[in-house]
């Protein structure tokens, strides 16, 4: 899992991706969200493949999950306290470390587009709320009916919610789904980003830690780059992506600083989640501390995927 290319003239291309930490994907689903992971990792591979950046990579690999209904982001984010959907989502590039982050935006497909937008086409990292749509307007993004993103899972999960309300507790959150994706392109440059519809029942104007830069993810190709996952509340007081390259930074292999990071937010806040990160080198970690977390990888060619502790599953691209 951590070979790496040092000694080579060819940087590896390196894509990883994940679906967001979850309690528990019924058994119906697996198959649904196992295909769509590893749909969305060899897209950002391909990208790459094709002599695209790492902030190409990342963007086309969540457009994939945002449109899959499967995952909270896009069609098929999770719904407010109000059944209305209300979507975060930033991109970063490591090269020279520009952003582009939206929050509680509403009628648009594909949030990470707006973010990347926000980070070539404005003097800002961020935009929220009607703002955001503004922009987006201004952009060119075909505004969409809010309809157009609600599944009747998501409607679902919001009543069942409703019912059991009074019962929630942060050390064991309903949902933790988020997308995202971290990418190592043949120049050497690292980027991440991370897509997400929040946490269900959540109040009007909640935003979470998906569109905050070192929370959500990080990337700096002088160190690597992360997404993140989980009780985003937990996320944004560990400052989770920054963290682990942290510890990257002190000299900690990737699946350390992984470790550590998540550990650190789980002693410290009892908050569940996990992250997927890539280091300049290219060696990458996928780890979470939440139940499961459906993810997938491809270096040099090469595609693991999987959704459990200890269920991996490999094969070559062609």
Request: glycine share 12%; hydrophobic share 40%.
């Amino acid at each position: 899992m951590e070979e790496s290319a040092r000694g080579s003239i060819d940087v590896s291309l390196v894509v990883v991706v994940h679906g967001g930490g979850a309690s528990n994907i019924s058994a119906d689903r697996k198959e649904r969200v196992r295909e769509g992971i590893t749909r969305a990792a060899t897209e950002g591979y391909n990208i790459l493949k094709a002599g695209g950046s790492a902030v190409d990579a990342v963007e086309g690999a969540v457009i994939v999950l945002e449109n899959d209904p499967e995952f909270n982001a896009g069609c098929g984010s999770v719904l407010n306290v109000k059944g209305d959907i209300e979507m975060d989502a930033s991109i970063m590039d490591g090269k020279d470390l520009s952003a582009g982050a939206v929050s509680a935006v509403r009628c648009i497909e594909n949030p990470i587009k707006l973010a990347r937008l926000v980070m070539e086409k404005t003097p800002h990292c961020f935009l929220t709320g009607h703002g955001a749509e503004k922009f987006a307007a201004d952009m060119g993004i075909p505004e969409i009916p809010v309809e157009k993103l609600i599944t009747e899972r998501s409607k679902k999960h919001l009543e069942k919610e409703k019912l059991e309300k009074g019962a929630e507790k942060t050390d064991c959150p309903k949902n933790l789904g988020t997308v995202g994706a971290v990418a190592l392109d043949c120049r050497g440059n690292l980027a991440y980003a991370t897509s997400t519809g929040g946490i269900v029942n959540k109040m009007v104007g909640r935003v979470g830690d998906s569109p905050c830069i070192g929370a959500g993810g990080y990337a700096d190709n002088n160190l690597g780059a992360v997404s993140t996952t989980g009780h985003g509340e937990s996320i944004l007081k560990a400052n989770l992506a920054r963290l682990a390259l942290f510890h990257v930074e002190q000299g900690k292999t990737v699946d350390e600083a992984a470790e550590l990071a998540l550990n650190y937010m789980k002693s410290k806040l009892k908050g569940l989640g996990g992250l997927i990160l890539v280091s300049k080198e290219g060696d990458w970690v996928a780890k979470w501390t939440s139940a499961s977390m459906p993810w997938a990888a491809v270096k040099n060619g090469k595609l693991q995927a999987g959704i459990d502790l200890c269920e991996t599953r490999t094969r070559d691209l062609h």
